[in-house]
Nanobody, 123 residues
Framework: QVQLVESGGGLVQAGGSLRLSCAAS????????MGWFRQAPGKEREFVAV????????YYADSVKGRFTISRDNAKNTVYLQMNSLKPEDTAVYSC????????????????WGQGTQVTVSS
């Protein structure tokens, strides 16, 4: 069982930056690929970024490529999402998720989810 807790969300002006963190419980964190997803009001949950268990492989949604960076520290059981050059369309609830195996981009492939953290970008 893995429990995930996100933090770092908030209100920021367009062009600003935020760093989200996702802290995981359990001793097997380093076995999990970790993803970030987001869901805006009235929209479906969408893929943002994913990182492999060892941190060597990352994938990003086209909408955030070049602006967001996913990373992880397996010694601290934490995955991060550095978000730069934020836009109003980045406003959403951001959730981290974990799965055993290779990185995936679809929500239904993930076994564990955090509660989410709100990110609001004002224009």
């Amino acid at each position: 069982q893995v429990q995930l807790v996100e933090s770092g969300g908030g209100l920021v002006q367009a062009g600003g930056s935020l760093r989200l963190s996702c802290a995981a419980s359990g001793r097997t964190f380093s076995s999990y690929a970790m993803g970030w997803f987001r869901q805006a009001p009235g929209k479906e949950r969408e893929f943002v970024a994913v990182i492999s268990s060892a941190g060597r492989i990352t994938y990003y949604a086209d909408s955030v490529k070049g602006r967001f960076t996913i990373s992880r520290d397996n010694a601290k059981n934490t995955v991060y999402l550095q978000m730069n050059s934020l836009k109003p369309e980045d406003t959403a609830v951001y959730s981290c998720a974990g799965r055993l195996g290779i990185p995936a981009r679809t929500p239904w492939e993930y076994d564990y989810w955090g509660q989410g953290t709100q990110v609001t970008v004002s224009s």
